[in-house]
């Protein structure tokens, strides 16, 4: 606002008339008609240890908890093929090694097929330099 008033007033303006300060115009809201509450039951109590179906949700309702959830035979499949994989330096030697053939894999084929510039080699020769030289 300071600039435009500064500007206007200078020699470079030869013509032309002076700038009003004005103050922007501001959007008028009603006021509200019903204040907003955040709380639960009485004395804005957020947690109620006496109702905890209405305050946490019903958890019976998502299923069940013991182990009759499975098949017996599935179960021990699930077991046994996971076996391997329960420690830490198992599961990171698994993924590193994984990790590293699917990049040996895509290096093999991958490139080849993504026509990369590398494996195609040079499409035209190359341009002569100012004294013959490459």
């Given at each position: 606002?300071a600039l435009?008033?500064?500007a206007?007033?200078?020699?470079?303006?030869?013509?032309?008339?002076?700038?009003?300060?004005?103050?922007?115009?501001?959007?008028?809201?009603?006021?509200?008609r019903?204040?907003?509450?955040?709380?639960?039951g009485?004395?804005s109590k957020?947690f109620?240890?006496?109702?905890?179906e209405?305050?946490?949700?019903?958890?019976?309702?998502?299923g069940?908890?013991d182990?009759?959830?499975y098949?017996?035979?599935?179960a021990?499949?699930?077991?046994?093929?996971?076996?391997?994989l329960?420690?830490?330096?198992s599961?990171?030697g698994f993924?590193?090694?994984?990790g590293?053939?699917?990049?040996?894999?895509w290096?093999?084929?991958?490139?080849?097929?993504?026509?990369?510039?590398?494996?195609?080699?040079?499409?035209?020769?190359?341009?002569?330099?100012p004294?013959?030289?490459i």
């Open positions: 606002m435009s008033l500064t206007a007033k200078s020699a470079a303006f030869v013509k032309g008339t002076p700038l009003r300060a004005s103050k922007a115009a501001r959007a008028q809201r009603a006021a509200p019903m204040v907003t509450r955040a709380k639960y009485e004395d957020y109620d240890l006496n109702d905890l209405n305050t946490l949700g019903s958890w019976d309702m998502y069940q908890d182990q009759k959830r098949p017996s035979m599935q021990e499949f699930f077991e046994r093929a996971a076996t391997g329960s420690r830490r330096e599961m990171l993924l590193a090694g994984l590293g053939a699917s990049i040996l894999v290096g093999g084929k991958g490139s080849k097929d993504g026509s990369l510039p590398i494996t195609k080699g040079p499409s035209k020769p190359a341009d002569v330099g004294r013959g030289r």
